[in-house]
């Protein structure tokens, strides 16, 4: 999967050389690039943004840097994706989605956002996808691409070493047709200051083990988040709270 990022604060990126994006880089699973927006403008302030049409508060990123970027990238076939607060909320849905793709180009804005002539002109030649890291608003598209490129990542296949672990995390649809929160996990020792874990996860029972599990999940995205769990996976005794 190629990766091209385009933003006027290339450093913003560097986390993308560590951790996950990074193992993913080394094995050749991915080739992220990076470009300055600023190289597609021609004044000496290299200027990229202007005062709306139709007045108010704020800047809007002007069109030419942008159809430039994408003119010289050649985003023919790609999957272009605006960070927007007004797109399509990012899920692991989506993220799944994602991955399935060979080429993602990111435009991340700043100011109010980009010409809206920009999306216009990117749908004729390319899959544009507005998408939403969430209900707030950042500063700019960055953070919203970084985490895109690292949840996607992750689902590209060869990239975890353990494939089974991406099968039971949370927000995966699990085999009972419902998307769970993950189950609470422990590690060693079997006390800690007080705290003993559940004695089934020592019991060696598998079966048992892979219920209680189970229920724990339901348990769990019953009382966090009764958005997301199906009816039909619900213990009769679990009781759902409001969302706090
Ligand atoms: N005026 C815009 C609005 O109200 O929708 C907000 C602009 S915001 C200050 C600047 C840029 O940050 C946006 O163009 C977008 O690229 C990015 N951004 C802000 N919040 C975001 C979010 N929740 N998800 C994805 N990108 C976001």
Known sequence: MRIDVVTIFPDYLAPLELSLAGKAREKGLIDVRVHD???????????????????????????EPWGEAFDALGIEGATVVFTTPSGQPFTQAVARELATR?????????YEGIDQRVLDDVA???????????????????VAALAITEAVVRLVPGFM???????????????????????????????????????????????????????????????????L????????????????
């Not at 060979?102 to 700043?110: K, L």
């Not at 929160?181 to 559940?198: I, N």
Request: net charge negative.
């Open 37 to 63: 927006l600023r190289q597609w403008t021609h004044d000496r302030h290299r200027t990229v943004d202007d005062t709306p049409y139709g007045g108010g508060a704020g800047m809007v990123m002007r069109p």
């Open 102 to 110: 060979d080429r993602i180009v990111f435009a991340c804005g700043r």
């Open 124 to 142: 004729t030649r390319a899959e544009v996808r507005e998408i939403s890291l969430g209900d707030y608003v950042l500063n700019g598209g960055e």
């Open 161 to 227: 070493g353990n494939a089974e672990s991406l099968l039971e995390e949370s927000h995966t649809l699990s085999d009972s047709g419902a998307r769970l929160l993950e189950y609470p996990v422990y590690t060693k020792p079997a006390t800690w200051r007080g705290h003993d874990v559940p004695p089934v996860l020592l019991s060696g029972d598998h079966a048992a083990i892979a219920s209680w599990r189970h229920d724990q999940a339901v348990r769990r995205t019953a009382e966090r988040r009764p958005d």
């Open 229 to 244: 769990v199906h009816p039909s996976v619900l213990l009769d005794d679990v009781e759902i709270r409001p969302v706090r």
